[in-house]
Structure formats: structure tokens, C-alpha cells
């Protein structure tokens, strides 16, 4: 069974503060590891998709990294539009996807 | 805008009763997940239509069903309703049966109180 851990839970950085997420997963044939945002009272918008170790991916003040066992979300200079939950999720042997509980983030101004 | 629909955006219901949450997928997406997100769980993996057919089941309970229809409209039909099934439902579509990208098209949710 595919399963994926997201740490922390929670996390509250001030404007400009960098910082990571973790995604760490448990997968048989990884066939690709995504992340989304969502939004509060909104559904996931999906921001990447990284298909093998030493991959990176872009967009902003984002930068995704992938591991055999983990990947990472690089926050740089957050600004408070970046407040949001990160979801990471993996798609194994199967079409769907499994994805971790989240990471709140808060950035204040 | 994602391009998907779903309505109702909030349903309050008793316990037992039944409900059927609807969901229109992007146009041109043959495929419609269902999801549910509760506080305590995440988002988990109900079911998946590819074309009106089932390809893939997940977590999904016996009291709880699902179809597509010709149109590529799906519903998620849920009967005998306990507290716990207060939760937020998603409907997420995308083009291929697989999403090789990972790139799926969520809607706004279903939020489902059981009182």
C-alpha cells in the first residue's frame, strides 16, 4: 500500500523567512510524486509533478526536489499569498493518487 | 476556475438518510475521481470512472456508491448516513484514464454535515 508522511503538520514563517517541507513516501514503482496547494475552503490546485531522483521543478518562490524516499517544497522569501496547505501525493502501480494529510502553512506579513 | 462542478456546496442531513452529491468534469475529461477529506484523515481515494465505466476503487464504503453517466457527469450516491461521513467531498477529473502527470482538476466540494 502506497503512503505518504508530510512534516510538519504545521508551520509559521515570517514574510521573507525560507524554509522546506517534507514529503516522505512509501511507494512499489514510483510512477511520479506531485504537489498541491489548497486553498481554505477550495479544492487542490496542482503545482508539480517529479518523476525521478535528482529531479527539480520551479514555479515562483517554489522549488520542489525529489529523492528515492523523499521530496522536499523550498519556500524562498515567502510573501503571505504563499499562506496555504501543500499537499504532496505519489501515484504507484495504480491511476490513482495517494496523497499525505498536508502541511498548513502560515506566512505573516 | 478549475473547469470542474460540483454541487451541492453544502448539505446538512440527518443520520440515515441519503444523499447524492454531483459533480460535472472539465470538458473533454473522460476520467472523474471522487475524494473525501476529513480533518483527521486527508484526502482519501474513493472511486474513479474512466468513460462510464469503474477503473479503480479505493477506500470507498459499501453504503456509499457511485456511477457515470454518458455525458461524463458522475455521482456519488451516499446512504444510511452516520456522523462520521460529515466530511468534505472533492470530484477531481482529468483527460487520460491514468493522469500521467498527476495533474488532476479539482472542484470547489461537496461539504456534507450529518446531524
Known sequence: ?????????????????????NCSY?????????????????GPEFLFTLYSAGEEKEKERLKATLTKKESFLHITAPKPEDSATYLCAVRGGYSTLTFGKGTMLLVSP | D??????????????????????????????????????DQGLQFLIQYYNGEERA??????????????????ELNLSSLELGDSALYFCASSVALAANTGELFFGEGSRLTVL
Open chain 1, 26 to 42: 512509501t511507494v512499489s514503482g514510483l510512477r511520479g510524486l506531485f504537489w498541491y496547494r489548497q486553498d481554505p475552503g477550495k
Open chain 2, 57 to 74: 476503487k479505493g477506500n470507498i464504503l459499501e453504503r456509499f456508491s457511485a456511477q457515470q453517466f454518458p455525458d461524463l457527469h458522475s
Open chain 2, 2 to 39: 478549475s473547469g470542474v462542478t460540483q454541487t451541492p456546496k453544502h448539505l446538512i442531513t440527518a443520520t440515515g438518510q441519503r444523499v447524492t452529491l454531483r459533480c460535472s468534469p472539465r470538458s473533454g475529461d473522460l476520467s472523474v475521481y471522487w475524494y473525501q477529506q476529513s480533518l
Open chain 1, 1 to 21: 500500500e502506497d503512503q505518504v508522511t508530510q512534516s510538519p503538520e504545521a508551520l509559521r514563517l515570517q514574510e521573507g523567512e525560507s524554509s522546506s517541507l
